[in-house]
Structure formats: C-alpha cells, structure tokens
C-alpha cells in the first residue's frame, strides 16, 4: 500500500511537471524587463474600469501571451484565494515568476503608483456630484457594461477546463453549485470557497492517484513473467 501511494504521489508530480513544461512551451513570450512588467501593468490598471478581469486576461493572454488560457485560470484561482485584490494578486505572482521579488514589486508598482494618483484626483473632482441624478445613473450603465464583461471573459476561460483533470461536465456542476451559494443564496464567499474549493481539490486528487495507479500497474503477462 505505502508503494503504491509513494508511486502514485511521483506519477501526480510528474504529470503536474510535465503540463506545466508544455505551458511553458506554450507562452514563451514573457515581459523582458523590469520596465516592461512596470509599465505593461501601469497601462492594464487604467483600464480596468470595473471589468478587471476582462482586461487582464486579455492583455496577459491574447496581447501579451505571457500566460497560456491554462495557466491564467489556475493563477487567477490562486489570486482570487489569497487575501486582498484579485489583480493585484496576480500582478504579483506573475511579476514573482519571471524576476523574482524585483519582478513582484515591479509589478505592484506598475498596478498601484499612477492609479492610485488618478483615484485621488477623481474623487476630488467626483465629491461635489456624487449625488445628481445623471451622475448615478451614469455608474449604473457602467455597472452593467462590467458585469458583461466579465460574463464574456468567464465564456472564453471555460475553453480552458477542456484540460482540467475533473473534466468540463463535473468543473461546470461546481461553477454552478459556487454560483448558486453565493448569487441566489447570499451565502458568504468563505463558504463556497473552502467546500467546494476543498471539494474540488480531493476529487482532483483522487482522479489524478487513480489514473497513476492504472498506468503503473503492472499487466498480467508482467505478473506470469514474473
């Protein structure tokens, strides 16, 4: 038993190696420069009006490439886990990836400095007419033009869980048990995310260790010869 759960624990690290150098294959394009992470995020925080993850999954993976549609799914479910913004984040552990902590602070500083200086020129200039009708009504629409994004953004990563080990049938009965709990139910996010995030990860596991021990057990002809 301790061999095969030993055997099993080097085929799942072995399997995880190898998707991850076929990732790696797959977007070799990465920032060249300490600026490049710098200013890249400077420009992807001024535009994430409300749809963040729209934009940065268009910049980091259709624009840029730095990141395979697999690999952003699995980081953005690390961002989104961590404590504090999403994007920020991810601006992190992509920064960390290719120059370290130089990489990581770069990064943040590129996604904080110039918006946070925006910020605080647009709510000087925002104070005086945060209540007139027309100014409410404006945030509104803007409102619903991000929620499309978003929506958008979730069709086109869901292409990405063709490769997931649990595959799309039972990813899409999650999304919608996560969905449900915290859209119609109002539960709050620990909830869904601890259970069905602990969930997800013992099936993954279990699916991963049984298909290992299916392809290191020995056949019956290796059993006869034996």
């Not at 994007?87 to 990064?107: K, T």
């Not at 990563?157 to 595959?167: E, F, I, S, W």
């Not at 990813?171 to 601890?194: E, K, N, Q």
Request: hydrophobic letters at 50%; glycine letters at 10%; a positive charge.
């Amino acid at each position: 038993i301790l061999s095969g759960l030993v055997g099993s624990e080097m085929c799942i690290r072995d399997r995880i190696m190898a998707s991850e150098y076929s990732d790696n294959a797959l977007a070799e394009n990465g920032p060249r420069s300490l600026a490049d992470l710098f200013f890249s995020f400077t420009l992807l925080a001024l535009q994430g009006f409300g749809g963040v993850l729209a934009i940065v999954q268009r910049e980091l993976v259709e624009k840029k490439k730095w990141l395979t549609p697999e690999q952003f799914v699995e980081d953005w479910a690390v961002a989104q886990i961590m404590p504090g913004p999403n994007v920020v984040n991810m601006s992190i552990i992509v920064g960390g990836r290719h120059f370290g902590l130089a990489g990581a602070m770069a990064a943040l500083s590129g996604m904080l400095l110039l918006p946070l200086l925006l910020i605080l020129a647009i709510a000087i200039v925002y104070a005086p007419f945060a209540h007139y009708p027309p100014v409410v009504d404006a945030l509104r629409g803007m409102g619903a033009v991000a929620a499309g994004l978003i929506l958008a953004t979730g069709v086109k990563l869901a292409r990405a869980l063709k490769r997931n080990p649990l595959g799309p049938g039972l990813c899409a009965v999650l999304g919608a048990l996560c969905f449900s709990g915290v859209a119609l139910a109002r539960l709050p996010l620990i909830y869904p995310l601890f259970g069905l995030g602990l969930i997800s990860c013992i099936l993954a596991y279990r699916k991963l260790a049984s298909c290992c021990l299916l392809y290191t057990s020995p056949s019956p002809r290796d059993q006869r010869g034996s």
